[in-house]
C-alpha cells in the first residue's frame, strides 16, 4: 500500500499552520474543482486528493497521529507485513501507540461517507462508502464567473485618462481609464465579475480598450506623428509655424533651407507613459512645402532671376 504524503499534496510544509492550511487548500480546491474541469480524470482525482489531505492535517488529532505514523512508516510497514502480501492495520497500530483507553478507531462515518483512498481508510479504519466526494465537490468554495466588455474612449481621452460609469447587471461602477492607454489593452477590475459560490471570491471585469483613431495624429506606442504644412517661402527663408498638439498648439522654429518631408521632433508633447508619471513620447512634425500656384507674371519672372543667380 502506497504512503500518502499529505503535506505534499497540499504544497505545504510540515510545520504549516491551520490558517496556512485552509489557504493552501481553498486556493487548490477551486483550481482542481470538477465544475472547473469537467471531464477531466486527472482533476477530480486530483481533488480527491486534496480533499483527503484536508481531512487529516485540518484536524489537530488525525494531524497528530498522522504525524507519528509517517516517522515510522518503513519499520512499522516491514515488522507488520512480515513478509507476507497481506497489509498492516494500521489502526489498530495507531491505537496501541496513542495509549489505549483514550485512543479511537475513525470509520467513513466519522468524515461523512468520503471516497477516501486505502492507506486513509487502512489507518483510521473503516471503508470508504458512499458518496462523499460528490458532497466535497458540492462544498468547496468556487471562484465566481469572469466578465468581458469593450470600453471606447478618444485619442484624448487616451492622453488625459478619463473616468466612464458602467452598468454590470444592477449595480453601477465608475471606471478610472489611466493616461497613455493603448488600443487593443485589458483592463482588470478586480471583485467585479459574478459573485463566488460558497465563499468563493468574486470574478473580475475585463474591459477590452478600443482608442478611436484622430484625424491630426497617428499614433506609434506612444510617439504621436502629425504635419504642417508651410509656404515655399517660408521653407527657404525659414520662420515659425503653429504646430497642433495633445494640450493645444505649439510655436516650432523651422530652420532657413528646410526641405520638404523633414521631421522635426517635440520631446515630450506624445503620448504619456502608461503608469509611469511624468513619462511622455514625443511628438514627430513633418514639414510639407507647399509649391505657389497660379503665379503672377511679376513672380514667374522673378522665379527666373532666382534661377539665373543660381549655377
Known sequence: M??????????????????????????????????????????????????????????????????????????????????????????????????????????????????????????????????????????????????????????????????????IGEEKISITVPPGIRDGQVLRVRGKGAKGKRGGDSGHLYLHVTVEPDPRFERKEDELYTEVHIPLYQAVLGGKVNVATMTGSASVKVPPETQTGKTLRLKGLGMPVYLKKGESGSLYVKILVDIPQNLTREEIDLFKKLSALRP
Open 2 to 167: 502506497e504512503y500518502k504524503d499529505y503535506y505534499k499534496t497540499l504544497g505545504i510544509s510540515k510545520d504549516a499552520t491551520p490558517e496556512e492550511i485552509k489557504k493552501q487548500y481553498r486556493k487548490l480546491a477551486v483550481k482542481y474543482h470538477p465544475d472547473k474541469n469537467p471531464g477531466s480524470k486527472q482533476a477530480e482525482e486530483k481533488f480527491k486528493d486534496l480533499g483527503e489531505a484536508y481531512e487529516v492535517l485540518n484536524d489537530p488529532e488525525k494531524r497528530k497521529k498522522y504525524d507519528t505514523l509517517g516517522s515510522n512508516w518503513q519499520h512499522y510497514a516491514q515488522e507488520e507485513a512480515g513478509g507476507q502480501q497481506g497489509r498492516p492495520d494500521f489502526s489498530q497500530w495507531a491505537q496501541q501507540r496513542s495509549g489505549g483507553q483514550n485512543s479511537r478507531t475513525y470509520s467513513s462515518e466519522d468524515f461523512e461517507g468520503a471516497d477516501f483512498s486505502d492507506f486513509f481508510n487502512s489507518f483510521f479504519g473503516g471503508s470508504a462508502r458512499g458518496s462523499g466526494s460528490q458532497r466535497r465537490y458540492r462544498e468547496a468554495p468556487v471562484k465566481g464567473q469572469d466578465y468581458e466588455a469593450r470600453l471606447t474612449v478618444s485619442l484624448q481621452e487616451a492622453f488625459t485618462g478619463v473616468q466612464r460609469m458602467l452598468a
